[in-house]
């Protein structure tokens, strides 16, 4: 599975933005989307996940409950993070994850698969 994610960029505080990931390659019919972040200096964290479990289920890390929402397209294998009310300590890179299970999971270490980052700015 190959994981390509885009979307990231210079966003003043307080502000909106949209990350995608698509995945390609053979997958699962059940399994696992999310996002996770890596500020400098801090070790990558959850973010987000998109799961399905119970048909459907979304997982959202306190820090951002409220502010952003996962979203995914089945058919085209696509996970969006819409991220709203921007904060200076959301700047990070943000990482794109895939799980070949349909049981979400916070744990940075649960998934297989890693899209290389994108970079999300939001100045103070």
């Known amino acids: 599975v190959q994981l390509q994610a885009f979307g990231g960029g210079l966003v003043q505080a307080g502000g909106s933005l949209r990350l995608s990931c698509a995945a390609s390659g053979r997958a699962s019919s059940s399994y696992t989307m999310a996002w996770f972040r890596q500020a400098p200096g801090k070790e990558r964290e959850f973010v987000a996940a998109?799961?399905?479990?119970?048909?459907?289920?979304?997982l959202y890390a306190a820090s951002v409950k409220g502010r952003f929402t996962i979203a995914r397209d089945n058919a085209e294998k696509t996970v969006y993070l819409e991220m709203t009310s921007l904060k200076a300590e959301d700047t990070a890179e943000y990482y794109c994850a895939f799980r070949l299970s349909g049981l979400g999971s916070v744990h940075l270490g649960d998934y297989t698969y890693w899209g290389q980052g994108t970079l999300v700015t939001s100045p103070a």
């Open positions: 998109s799961s399905d479990w119970r048909c459907g289920r979304t």
